[in-house]
């Protein structure tokens, strides 16, 4: 069972990999930033799409996770206020 300070710290290490890859972005390529931010939860969605799809394999993943058949990334295109709502996990 992970401990509370390991879930903070992962946490914490996956909010700074993410705002120094958005201000990255931003800075870069002089998108606005609703462009950008509507860009992260995209790739962050694929990053689902494709922990899932691996996951999806006959006899399963050892880690015992099993991706939703309804789309679990919903929540991350939506958080981002898109409007696109169709899932790429299926």
Same mark, same amino acid.
């Given at each position: 069972? +992970? !401990?509370?300070?390991?879930? #903070?710290?992962?946490?914490?290490?996956?909010?700074?990999?993410?705002?120094?890859?958005?201000?990255?972005? @931003?800075?870069?390529? +002089? @998108?606005?930033?609703?462009?950008?931010?509507? @860009?992260a939860?995209?790739? @962050? =969605?694929?990053?689902y799409? #494709?922990?899932? $799809? +691996?996951?999806?394999?006959?006899? =399963?993943?050892?880690? =015992?996770?099993?991706p939703?058949?309804?789309?679990?990334?919903?929540?991350?295109?939506?958080?981002?206020? !898109? #409007?696109?709502? $169709?899932?790429?996990? +299926?």
């Amino acid at each position: 069972m +992970q !401990s509370d300070t390991d879930s #903070e710290s992962a946490s914490a290490e996956m909010h700074r990999s993410i705002m120094i890859a958005f201000c990255d972005v @931003l800075r870069t390529t +002089q @998108l606005p930033p609703m462009t950008v931010m509507s @860009l992260a939860a995209s790739a @962050l =969605g694929a990053v689902y799409k #494709e922990v899932a $799809d +691996q996951h999806r394999c006959d006899g =399963g993943c050892t880690c =015992g996770w099993k991706p939703e058949s309804a789309c679990g990334c919903r929540g991350v295109a939506g958080g981002a206020g !898109s #409007e696109n709502t $169709d899932c790429p996990v +299926q």
